[in-house]
């Protein structure tokens, strides 16, 4: 991440949520939706993005798939099966540490 | 549109950088859109290629590797992982061949277990042996690619091979070895608890390069679109 070191943690659950949302992504893509949703407050780095996707893929969360456009070969990646679940649990994980978070942070 | 002279200078830019194909691959289309994306605000290739390049800097710096070769940063952490995960399986395999064997100790005779310790042997020898006939042509295709590995798992079967250059010794000296770990059970022999664990040790190596093995070719499953029109 280059501007909060607080999203760091987070990285995995924006990957998954993202793909939940757009059914297959490949990695520039993933980094400039994150970028856009948060008006540019998120930028995450390649060198993090790329070594979690294939942590996440040798996993099983997430596949890939080898696709040619426009000339060019790229490499998307969707949510498994197993992935799809991981990701509903994680997200109501994520919703529940937010409210409990902005409990705290609201006195 | 970006030409095909500078799509050479990217790729020989990422070549430089010892990347595995597979990565290559994927990094050259991130390397193509993100400077399709600057060259869109007015900035000529060579400022974006810059501004890429700045950007990846970090990420792209070459370190030395275990084996005293250079890779990238990104390459290595990626690698690691991935090796991290592996030698968990195999140590969980070589786990699970300890609890086999005590297992076979204490409920067969010493003779039948005499009997049934090398087909056991012979049998998870032939397991990587087996995939490896049956993907021959795949393994084969690599040695068209001599100058640059196809994947963060090209040329890690040495390991395979190293595995199993135990599998002949432990069959060749099995009636001492299975003597001794049934003794080892028996009597509490530290020599006994020592050759479980030498051929324990063995099957585990062996797995860890079949696990390299497996992996190496779901990776270039994916490739061979890629791999049909690339050329250096």
Known sequence: MKKNSLYKGTLQNIILKLLSKEVKMYGYQITQRAKELTEGELEMTEGALYPLLHKLE???IIKSEVQEINGRNRKYYLLTDKGKKQQALQEDEMKSYLFNLKTIFDI | MISVEHKKEIRDYLLSKKLPLDILMELEDHFLTQIDTLRIQNISFKNAFDEVKQIWKEDLKLEKAYNGKEIAVFVKDTKDKEMVKIFRKSFFVFLMMNAVVFMLCMLLEKEVFSEILPVLIMVLTSIPAIHFLRYINNFNYVHQFKKIKLNIFHSSNAIIILGGA?????????GKIGLQIYKGFEQNSLTGILSLIIFSGCVGLYSYGFFIQMAF????????LYLST???
């Open chain 2, 217 to 224: 070719m779901k990776s270039l499953r994916k490739m061979k």
């Open chain 1, 58 to 60: 040798g996993d099983g």
């Open chain 2, 166 to 174: 135990f599998q002949p010794f432990l069959l060749g000296k099995y």
């Open chain 2, 230 to 232: 690339f050329n250096l």
